[in-house]
């Protein structure tokens, strides 16, 4: 198996969600880094930034559509997959006119994820 070369990074408030995530990525020969907040995401940016960011859209204290555009305001291009278990009216919309690079539901199809990543990273 090759090594990971491109590291991912989960942002997620479901603890589960980050461990079955960070293990499918891994089979797919991807490094991982995984956080329970947006606010914890922010604060790894000083020590590295992802080749891709996967954020849960629902998660309490900012949202992954806030963490999108707060990274747009301070400039930070990092390509995002929005993943959501509640898809509301407009939210796709909303993620996309965002920067999103996907928007994805709940529960995933591993395949489409990691089609997902390799399309923003050049991975696969």
Do not use: W
Not at 54 to 79: F, K, N, S
């Amino acid at each position: 198996m090759p090594k990971p070369t491109t590291c991912i990074a989960i942002v997620d408030d479901d603890a589960a969600v980050r461990k079955a995530l960070a293990r499918l990525l891994r089979m797919s020969s991807f490094e991982t880094e995984t956080f329970g907040s947006g606010e914890e995401f922010l604060d790894s940016l000083s020590r590295r930034t992802p080749a891709c960011l996967i954020a849960d859209l629902q998660m309490p204290e900012m949202t992954g559509l806030q963490l999108q555009h707060h990274l747009a305001r301070v400039g930070v291009r990092i390509p995002t997959i929005i993943i959501t278990a509640h898809d509301e009216a407009g939210a796709r919309e909303r993620c996309e006119a965002a920067g999103a690079s996907a928007y994805l539901l709940k529960p995933l199809q591993p395949a489409a994820l990691v089609a997902a990543i390799n399309a923003v990273t050049g991975h696969g």
